[in-house]
């Protein structure tokens, strides 16, 4: 359909009452929420690869408990004041970046689109705002971190062998990383039983039906057969003999995590080895929060990997008061987990936090589309963040707190100790 024959036929079905919608098959660019981005990439991938992002551990209920906090507070808007112009930008560890948003580590992301690693970093960079690169991912650190130098962030997680744990920090500090990020929240494999019931585990064991279902989605498919199926983790090639495949790295990989010992000792080598900015990923213990301020930890991801390890846990929405308190006039809290709108960044603001991360969206923007897709996601964000300042009143995003809140069970205990709630 060409544009001009679209525009007559909605006018011409506006007079008739008609619906045409179904007609104009949603893209990328005509996705108007973070919710469209994820029916795009339903539609691409096959459950069995769907399922793998979009699923939580057990009954998921820790996956709804971090929407659900969002949903629990209101903001209350102020008028009449000038919002012409409403600043967004963030300083996070010594940086200046346009939004206070970022994108979120994920292993694994080539099998959604190949090079979907170095697309993210792409998007990062062009949208000034981080991207943290998994240790699991399949492009090498080295070359993502060539391509955006100042808006990559290295995530690792520590494995069984210390040699590796140095290698890796040594590695990061070669490529000139400008911060490591350090995952603590997984120390065992969870109990994903989307996965289990798809056979998403190694060695793959897929049944007939999620074959039948994977054929539905030829595209992908046809993607994953050309590029050779399962992508390298290049990360850990160096460490696997020389000449193994992607199946025997993925194998090994497996053998160094999770690593179930690891405790404050092995964060201490991290900080005496690596003297550029520090965070730790994970946390939701406010007494957790201050063993890492002292330990010389810059910043904190306060989340619960959304949803996908331990099922009981709370939302880091929840938890982020008690934290700013224990450790808030020390450290950057960067929030993650759930978060789907600009409305939830504003409110993780008011709640103590920087700035925030995702990662779903992100993946199934770079399953759906590529480097447009993730860039389409930012700019959704971005913009939905714009305009709720404009709407609350506020010109600036670093000066929120928590006046511009209101709960909605305004006796809840996380929120009865803020005066804006006791003067009625
Ligand atoms: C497919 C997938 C892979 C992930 N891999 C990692 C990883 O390698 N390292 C890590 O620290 N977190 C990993 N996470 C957790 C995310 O970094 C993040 O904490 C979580 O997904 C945030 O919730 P959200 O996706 O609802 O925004 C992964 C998440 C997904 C969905």
């Not at 995952?183 to 998403?200: L, Q, T, Y």
């Not at 999620?210 to 992508?231: F, Q, S």
């Not at 939830?344 to 897709?373: E, H, M, T």
Request: glycine share 6%; proline share 6%.
């Amino acid at each position: 359909m060409t544009a001009g024959s679209a525009i007559r036929l909605s006018g011409v079905s506006a007079y008739l009452g008609i619906n045409h919608s179904h007609l104009q098959a949603m893209n990328i660019q005509t996705a108007i929420n973070l919710d469209d981005i994820r029916t795009l990439a339903k539609r691409r991938l096959p459950r069995i690869a769907f399922d793998f992002i979009d699923g939580g551990a057990d009954d998921e209920r820790c996956l709804q408990r971090n929407r659900a906090a969002f949903a629990r507070y209101q903001l209350v808007p102020r008028y009449l004041r000038d919002v012409s112009r409403c600043d967004q930008t963030v300083q996070l560890l010594g940086r200046t970046y346009a939004s206070p948003i970022g994108i979120s580590p994920s292993g694994l992301a080539g099998l959604w689109r190949p090079d979907a690693d170095l697309m993210q970093a792409a998007a990062a960079r062009d949208a000034n705002v981080p991207f943290l690169l998994s240790s699991a991912s399949n492009n090498a650190l080295e070359e993502v971190v060539a391509i955006a130098p100042d808006h990559v962030w290295f995530q690792m997680y520590c494995t069984t062998d210390e040699k590796i744990n140095d290698d890796l920090v040594q590695r990061a500090l070669r490529a000139k990383v400008s911060t490591l990020v350090v995952s603590v929240d997984v120390p065992v494999s969870s109990n994903r039983e989307r996965n289990r019931r798809n056979g998403f585990s190694r060695p793959f064991r897929m049944t007939p039906a999620v074959v039948m279902e994977a054929m539905m989605h030829p595209r992908w498919v046809l993607r994953y057969l050309r590029t050779g199926g399962v992508p390298m983790m290049r990360n850990w090639e160096p460490y696997a003999p020389k000449g193994a495949n992607a199946a025997d790295v993925a194998d090994m990989y497996g053998t160094l995590t999770p690593a179930p010992m690891i405790n404050w000792d092995h964060i201490r080598r991290i900080r005496d080895a690596w003297q550029g900015p520090l965070v730790l990923k994970g946390l939701l213990h406010p007494e957790d929060a201050r063993l890492a301020s002292e330990l010389g930890v810059n910043a904190l991801v306060v989340s619960n990997h959304g949803g996908r390890q331990l099922d009981a846990a709370p939302a880091p929405l929840d938890m982020l008061p008690a934290i700013h308190a224990a450790v808030g006039s020390r450290l950057d809290l960067i929030l993650d987990s759930g978060v789907r709108r600009g409305s939830d960044v504003v409110i993780a603001r008011c709640l103590g936090a920087k700035a925030c991360i995702f990662a779903r969206p992100s993946l199934y923007a770079v399953a759906a589309g590529g480097q447009a897709g993730v860039d389409r996601v930012l700019q959704i964000v971005r913009n939905e963040i714009n305009m709720v300042l404009t709407q609350i009143g506020c010109s600036s995003f670093a000066s929120l707190d928590s006046s511009y809140l209101w709960p909605d069970n305004p006796a809840a205990p996380t929120l009865a100790a803020n005066p804006s709630y006791s003067r009625a």
